[in-house]
């Protein structure tokens, strides 16, 4: 969901972007989960370990002058669901082996979520003349298991993370629709998802945020 943003970015600064995704396929392992699982992408989880690994020696190839790792844990109310522990422990881990791999991580903090059964996007469909009642406020948003494993692992291991929240939350107010001159953007596809044209406008605030570790284009 970050790709638009990369893309703009990229375009407006001259830098060159290299992309390499996989569906349901996150950059750290994921061992509590059985290595024949097959995910929403349709790959194994096997299979995502042998993409991950193929990944990491493509990328140190490039000779890039910084990887940003991006994944996405959707929590559940599943007992498999992943513990706060394993994925910090994952994290640090892949975090690790890019620093051996000689690259240097920078990442991103991700973004607020909202739990899968969002009551905030529902609220788009049955308030559409009060859209402004849709709004939350940043306060009620916590930090996801994600945020928090984000923050220990990067911390564990002197890995630069990049402040987000303020790109979807003000002060006081978490915003559904952003309005730039006569249009509303939708910010949200769902709970943990922005939207391909929101990210697009994020693409100068990720070139910001991101050119303390970057030399100067």
Known sequence: MWIPAFDTWGFQSHWKVLTLTHSGCPPWKRPWLPGSKRLP????VAGCETWRQAVLKSAKSFNPLIVVP???SVATTSPNSVTQTQ???ALKSALTEIKRAGLKPVTL???PSFPLA???LDCLFTRSNSLTSCEVSTSSLGLSKLNTAY???TRATSVPLTATRSMFCGPSKCPLLVKLGT???LVYQDGYHMTHQYSQILGTALGTALA???PKN
């Open 41 to 44: 992408g349709g790959v194994t």
């Open 70 to 72: 991006v994944g996405l």
């Open 87 to 89: 994925l910090t422990v």
């Open 109 to 111: 903090d991700p973004m």
């Open 118 to 120: 969002s009551g905030p």
């Open 151 to 153: 923050a220990a692992a």
């Open 183 to 185: 249009t509303n953007y």
């Open 212 to 214: 303390p570790y970057l």
